[in-house]
């Protein structure tokens, strides 16, 4: 494939872990590793083709609600995995950015020291951002940037007799993620959204793979580059 100029965002809901290790015959809390060894995998093809922006639906405000157990496991697999980014080298080789979308403040206080402080060591990474958004949810955010917005209105920073300041482009800037994926990508085979980004990929083209998120393959990815740059979009024209 000749390399991608349109592409500079990519969204991911990571679907099917679970299933995969019970297809494997595993327990499937051990799913969870899988998919973090593919999202290794899936950061190099995106440094290949030149992505400047990967946004991945890691953990949403309802994975909350499953049983304490796989909790404790994803929130131990982001404990061991944030730590490790801190230290790699190709965090810093390759000028990637780590962002964390969503109510970090939900999770435990160790886990949010680490998060933030990937956030600050890389904050000044311009080659690849990674979005991980973790207790997140579509609409949440949306509340949360309304939220953001009355109290701006009651310390003043919005002048509400100019109600016409608050457009499109001011709430935007007012979310968790202020930038619009051109592609959006679901393993595991269910075609839904599942509350992930609804205000931002209101044009995006959407991928469904029925490959679970372990499985995904370069060969898919590439083909979903190919395919979006033979779309027309139109973005409701």
Known sequence: MEESKQVKHIAII???NRRFAQKQGLDKVRGHDSGAKKLGEVIEWCLEYRIK??????????NFSREKREVDTLLNLFRKHFEKLKDDNKISKNRIR??????????PEDLQRSIYEIMEKTKT???????????????????DAVRKIAEDVKFGSINITNIDS???KMFASKLYLNSDPEIVIRTGGDK???????WQTIYSEWFFTTSLWPEFSKEEFVKILDEFNSRERRFGK
């Open 53 to 62: 922006e990967l946004t991945l639906y890691t953990f949403s405000m309802q």
């Open 98 to 107: 780590v962002r964390v979308i969503g109510r970090i403040h939900m999770f």
């Open 125 to 143: 990474h311009d080659n690849l951002t990674i979005n991980f958004a973790m207790a997140y949810g579509g609409r949440e955010e949306i509340v």
């Open 192 to 198: 839904r959204t599942s509350n992930f980004l609804p």
């Open 14 to 16: 990571m679907d099917g």
């Open 166 to 168: 608050i457009d499109e």
